[in-house]
């Protein structure tokens, strides 16, 4: 006794938005104020997967992630599309070059 219950739900993880680092693109529509786990699904590979609000932190404001990018594919899917898109703008630097 004595001590109050702690909060019902388990502990939901949320961490606040530092707007002023996003990138809001132009966009009119103001972000959330808190991040929160994202569930969802892989566009490719249809893996079920959790983007954790902690990450969504360090894309949007560390990394400069487009704020409304959003999430659709697992890591490992994610890991290809870049290798693909670097090896796209590789050759489209060469065709500049020529
Ligand atoms: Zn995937």
Same mark, same amino acid.
């Given at each position: 006794?004595?001590?109050? $219950?702690?909060?019902?739900?388990?502990?939901?993880?949320?961490?606040?938005?530092?707007?002023?680092?996003?990138?809001?693109?132009? $966009?009119?529509?103001?972000?959330?104020q808190y991040?929160?786990?994202?569930?969802?699904?892989?566009?490719?590979?249809?893996? +079920?997967?959790?983007?954790?609000?902690?990450?969504?932190?360090?894309?949007?404001?560390?990394?400069?992630?487009?704020?409304?990018?959003?999430?659709? *594919?697992?890591? &490992?899917?994610?890991?290809? &599309?870049?290798? *693909?898109?670097?090896?796209?703008?590789?050759?489209?630097? +060469? &065709?500049?070059? $020529?």
């Open positions: 006794m004595g001590s109050r $219950t702690r909060s019902k739900n388990k502990k939901e993880e949320r961490v606040p938005v530092d707007d002023s680092k996003l990138n809001m693109g132009n $966009t009119y529509s103001s972000p959330p991040y929160y786990d994202i569930n969802f699904d892989c566009q490719d590979c249809g893996v +079920h997967q959790v983007w954790t609000a902690q990450q969504q932190k360090w894309w949007y404001e560390e990394a400069g992630g487009y704020f409304f990018s959003g999430a659709i *594919r697992c890591r &490992e899917c994610r890991k290809e &599309e870049q290798a *693909r898109k670097k090896k796209a703008r590789i050759n489209a630097d +060469h &065709e500049k070059d $020529t």
